[in-house]
């Protein structure tokens, strides 16, 4: 049996997909179903329980040992978040709690962490293992300080001999790929984007506040969120890799190069209209991001990333263009 928090979500919906297809195992989802698009989002999959959050601690001690791992997609993923305390019970408590009934209970635990614990990037996007490289980070929110916390716990508990037989943490970066929709303006700018060709024929970006980029020349690692599944479900097939993993691609592209995959994908014209960067978001908006990918690959991870291009057409061709979005 295995159980994924916040599988009604984003990446989490799209891994019960994977392992839905995959079969073998009884699929236990732990969210709350809140929406048209997050029962959408399960809709295909073949689920034998969805848990509710509150429930979920009493569910573990009557299942104890029925469970062979844990994938800890939940959380309260808002960076505009403000309320700190429910952060840390959300964020840091719930999954500390789940850490140690993995321990406990001889199970395996999968959990996403984020690239937000980079912050402004000035540290570099290393997935360095060593606790005092983790303490140099800085967050830029809330949501980020709450993601490193457990990830710092995470390696002081690793160290101490208390981890789970099975364990990896993973930094997605910016993330794309059906099942988003009940998102709103968390979601990817690839369907953003998407929306805005489909009403006005143009794309809107930022221009550049930054002297070394161009308008729309701001640059991201963008991931197709088949590829974070297959990252997923590797480490979960991997007894002795254990860690803290990047999720992207390594290589990082321009939001101008997204906007002509777009167009591209859609048979439309390009046309961009590049627009200031809000002053609220300025002071702090990133110019960079790109995940180094080394150690994932030292793990011996050799499966190829999706290039924006592919992934882009995938996305708009398979799903956003048809009558039936969802994976």
């Not at 046309?271 to 995940?291: D, G, L, N, S, V």
Request: hydrophobic residues 40%.
């Amino acid at each position: 049996m295995i159980i994924i928090t916040g599988g009604s979500g984003f990446i989490g919906s799209n891994l019960v997909g994977a392992l839905s297809e995959r079969g073998g195992s009884t699929l236990v989802v732990c969210d709350r179903i809140d929406s048209a698009e997050r029962q959408g989002n399960l809709a295909k999959h073949d689920v034998a329980e969805v848990v509710a959050p509150k429930d979920l601690p009493k569910w573990l001690k009557e299942h104890a040992g029925e469970v062979d791992g844990i994938f800890h997609m939940g959380a309260t993923s808002e960076t505009t978040e403000t309320d700190f305390a429910h952060l840390l019970d959300n964020n840091l408590g719930v999954s500390m709690m789940l850490w140690r009934w993995c321990v406990e209970n001889d199970a395996a635990f999968i959990y996403a962490s984020s690239a937000a614990t980079y912050g402004d990037g000035k540290q570099g996007f290393d997935d360095d293992n060593d606790p005092a490289a983790l303490a140099e980070l800085r967050p830029l929110n809330a949501y980020g300080w709450s993601k490193q916390l457990f990830d710092q716990q995470v390696l002081s508990m690793s160290a101490a001999g208390y981890s789970p037989k099975k364990w990896a943490g993973l930094k997605f970066f910016n993330v794309y790929g059906p099942n988003e929709y009940h998102k709103g303006g968390q979601r990817s700018v690839a369907v953003q984007l998407f929306e805005q060709i489909t009403r006005t024929g143009c794309a809107k970006l930022f221009q550049s506040h930054h002297p070394d980029y161009d308008d729309g020349g701001q640059m991201r690692d963008f991931v197709w969120v088949n590829d974070c599944v297959d990252i997923m479900l590797w480490l979960y097939s991997m007894g002795k890799v254990n860690g803290i993993y990047n999720c992207g691609t390594g290589k990082a592209r321009s939001f101008r190069n997204l906007a002509e995959a777009c167009f591209a994908a859609m048979g439309v014209n390009s046309c961009i209209e590049y627009i200031a960067t809000p002053i609220a978001i300025r002071e702090k908006y990133q110019y960079f991001t790109e995940a180094s990918m080394l150690r994932l690959r030292e793990s011996g991870y050799n499966k190829a990333f999706t290039s924006i291009e592919d992934g882009v057409k995938l996305y708009i061709r398979n799903y956003l263009s048809t009558t039936d979005r969802y994976r």
